[in-house]
């Protein structure tokens, strides 16, 4: 675009003759300051991440093989693909996946736009009181998750609930832990939990918006809401394609709402979404084995999701 | 699968089966048997029950060759078997642990447990045991754990409110029903107890009272009967009760069961001995007290019980001193000073015997209006026998407490058991033992 046009002459010009055997002397000892500081990071990266993922791989291959009444010492035998078939057939894993789709088809559209909505009216021009409102949008996502889900579930229980008394006397029967209002009380926590992080992000880049390009706009003609959408949505559209990659990726790891929520209702069961899924195997069933393949499996679809968002919004900068 | 290949004890030793506990005094095949050296050392004990700090500590002033580190972990549905498994498994769990019997036989099948054999004094504990609850702790020739309480179920009724609808305390369940109705005839808004989803245990209580057999052993084969007549019929007749809107489909010890509870919504509890400090606690500030009492829980006819709930000591791998855990285990379950030790921390129903009178002193019942004790005590005169826990309570567990989330939508507690049945096959099956329907 136009932006980084000013700023290229000068770097075009500073690698000129002498200079030019300087880098590569720099590069020398650049290559081992930079080796130096690199050291820790990969040295933790290699045993907080590589080696538990290295270690689930070699455990999603083998199997505790008991016999008879299983009293006996059990067996460690290589059983190959067997428990990524195991998972991929258990009705319960492959039903949580499908519920965790419906569940970003809810919650992906509602906290982006949210977030978006939010950003956008904090920056635009008329927006009062900008810094009370940021900070109020952000709350939320400044209370830790576990005591979001413990405040939403005591908010949604019939019998305590302010908010479900309040809609009572009002004639309005509504049960939010019941099997079909359960996923949008949870895609609600979840929103309430993550727009304020996210209006951050988008309002930063709002903020980086070139402001002659927003002036050319409006002696255009444009008005705030013609260049919202056509100047500024544009322009940010780097740091959305960033909130949608790390929102797949949390969604995907979604766990702790509704298992804290299971305490409060039968609707969400053990195996609900692929994550307990897999805690259930892991410490319910005690089969470590298979709680690696479902580990493994997730791992994939992050990758896959993640692979897909970069691919669609950078061929949209395109 | 390959389920021949370990024949070893594993089969022999259960065939003899826990039921058959009469046999206890032929001394098995297992090494170092020496109870007559003084152990010493320092052991770790980790338990979710209020109190037990006090009882180490008693243990600890109580002689000074063995120290005891206690530590708070908290209770199975708040994940302390996943972390008392889990650490097991990494070798650095604690040497004595504490266990309910459902979970037992799952500990002991994935070889988590040491057993007791050897370093325990038999003949002053586990031989003075009621057979019910031998059999909860052995498992082939080997005993693994020491039973602490044996927690009867109970039913705890609302008098005011049995008393406004005009009926007295049911005996059968037939009269419990009936209750339910008149109940809701004086107050349509009042349920006469609840269901709870979350405690697939309360089903397999009520399912062994009727007469069910969930687990059992044939040859080297796990009979699985989750879904057995017995069970079914206990199905059959909550699901009228749900229906009938007598009982409300509610997880027990979630804010609208408590809440229930205090506003009189739902006037009874199925619980056990253990539920009075639970009742009392969410209730004392509604001012009901003197109007909860303890009775048996109806029957099909003749007196029946079963036990719901209830925990065990046991030594656990991780343990190097197993003499000594063994001693403290000893303690644990048999001490009169250890019961005293712990307090008025609830109404312990206690498995060895002399030693429920010391709990009882120790509770302040004054709340309940009537003797709960000599209820607790009739109940337990009348568990039914020849029930056992199977090797794997938690997958179990899982599959029943899932389909009961179906409840409120129209599921069936009939096709929840059968769904636990399908899968409890399923599980035990992908982990290689061996399963007969």
């Known amino acids: 675009m136009v932006t980084p046009a000013p700023t290229k002459p000068p770097t075009a010009t500073k690698p000129t003759g002498p200079a030019q055997r300087k880098p590569r002397a720099m590069s020398g000892t650049g290559g081992r300051t930079a080796a130096l500081f690199l050291t820790p990071f990969f040295t933790i990266f290699a045993l907080a991440m590589v080696a538990p993922v290295v270690y689930a791989i070699v455990l999603s291959f083998f199997a505790q093989q008991k016999s008879g009444l299983g009293f006996g010492e059990a067996k ?7 428990n990524y078939l195991q998972v991929m057939q258990s009705e319960s894993f492959v039903g949580g996946i499908g519920r965790l789709a419906l569940y970003c088809l809810l919650y992906i559209p509602c906290m982006v736009g949210g977030a978006l909505a939010f950003a956008l009216l904090l920056d635009a021009a008329v927006a009062r009181a900008r810094k009370l409102f940021q900070l109020l949008v952000f709350l939320p996502h400044a209370v830790p998750g576990v005591i979001a889900a413990l405040i939403w579930a005591y908010l949604y229980t019939p019998g305590v609930s302010p908010i479900v008394s309040v809609l009572e006397t009002g004639g309005i029967s509504l049960n939010f832990l019941d099997n079909q209002m359960i996923l949008p009380s949870i895609v609600n926590i979840a929103v309430w939990e993550w727009t304020g992080y996210n209006v951050i992000v988008l309002f930063t880049a709002l903020q980086a918006v070139p402001r002659e390009i927003l002036e050319a706009a409006r002696v255009d003609g444009a008005g705030e809401i013609r260049a919202a959408i056509s100047i500024k949505l544009p322009l940010i559209l780097p740091a959305l394609s960033v909130i949608m990659l790390f929102t797949v990726i949390g969604t995907l790891q979604l766990f702790t ?4 929520i299971s305490k409060a209702t039968a609707s969400v069961t053990s195996t609900w979404v692929p994550n307990m899924w897999a805690y259930d195997a892991a410490f319910n069933r005690h089969n470590l084995n298979q709680a690696a393949a479902a580990s493994i499996i997730i ?6 999701l993640s692979w897909a968002v970069t691919r669609f919004s950078s061929r949209n900068k395109a | 699968m390959k389920r021949r290949q370990l024949l070893l004890g594993a089969v022999s030793l259960m065939a003899s089966a826990a039921l058959i506990t009469g046999c206890g005094s032929t001394p098995a095949a297992t090494p170092t048997p020496t109870p007559t050296e003084d152990p010493t050392g320092t052991i770790t004990f980790w338990s979710s029950m209020a109190g037990m700090d006090k009882v180490a500590a008693a243990f600890n002033a109580s002689q000074d060759k063995i120290k ?15 972390k008392l498994s889990t650490a097991i498994t990494a070798g650095n769990g604690p040497d004595v642990a504490t266990i309910e019997y459902p979970q ?4 002991v099948s994935n070889g988590q447990l040491q057993p007791l054999d050897g370093y325990i004094n038999k003949a002053e504990t586990v031989d003075k045991l009621s057979d019910e609850t031998k ?3 052995q498992f082939g020739d080997n005993t693994y754990a020491l039973p602490y309480d044996a927690a009867p179920m109970i039913m705890w009724y609302r008098k005011d409110m049995l008393d406004k609808a005009g009926v007295s305390t049911p005996t059968t369940w037939q009269e419990f029903e009936e209750a339910g109705k008149k109940l809701k005839a004086v107050d349509p808004e009042a349920y006469l107890a609840s269901f709870n989803p979350n405690e697939a245990a309360l089903t397999a209580a009520l399912s062994w009272q009727a007469g069910a057999k969930w687990f059992g052993t044939e040859g080297d084969s796990w009979k699985v009967g989750v879904n057995d007549e017995a069970t079914k019929k206990v199905a059959t007749y909550w699901q009228k009760l749900i229906d009938q809107k007598i009982v409300k489909v509610q997880q027990s010890f979630s804010d609208e069961w408590s809440a229930d509870l205090a506003s009189g919504a739902v006037v009874g509890v199925l619980g ?7 009742i009392q606690k969410r209730t004392e500030a509604s001012g009901q007290k003197g109007q909860w009492i303890a009775a048996e829980v109806p029957n099909w006819g003749s007196p029946a019980d079963a036990f719901y709930g209830g925990s065990s000591f046991n030594i656990t791998k991780s343990s190097k001193n197993p003499a000594a855990a063994a001693k403290f285990i000893e303690f644990l379950a048999t001490s009169k000073d250890a019961i005293s030790a712990r307090g008025n921390t609830g109404s312990a129903y206690l498995a060895f015997p002399g030693l429920t009178p010391i709990a009882q002193q120790a509770f302040d019942a004054s709340y309940f209006g ?3 004790y000599s209820v607790f005590d009739k109940a337990y005169s009348t568990i039914t026998p020849g029930w056992q826990w199977g090797p794997n309570w938690d997958i179990t567990n899982t599959a029943l407490k899932d389909a009961y989330g179906k409840l409120t939508s129209g599921g069936k507690v009939l096709e929840a058991v059968d769904t636990a049945q399908s899968a409890t096959v399923a599980g035990l099956k992908q982990n290689g033992l061996s399963v007969k329907e």
């Open chain 2, 370 to 372: 009537n003797d709960i």
């Open chain 2, 272 to 278: 056990a001995n253990w539920s009075a400090t639970g």
């Open chain 1, 76 to 82: 460690t035998a290589f059983v190959g693909l067997e």
């Open chain 2, 135 to 137: 059999a909860l702790v």
């Open chain 1, 257 to 260: 709402e509704p298992s804290i």
């Open chain 1, 299 to 304: 791992a994939l679809m992050a990758a896959v």
């Open chain 2, 68 to 82: 005891v580190n206690f530590e708070t972990i908290p209770n199975g549905g708040a994940g302390g078997y996943a």
């Open chain 2, 104 to 107: 037992l036989p799952q500990f």
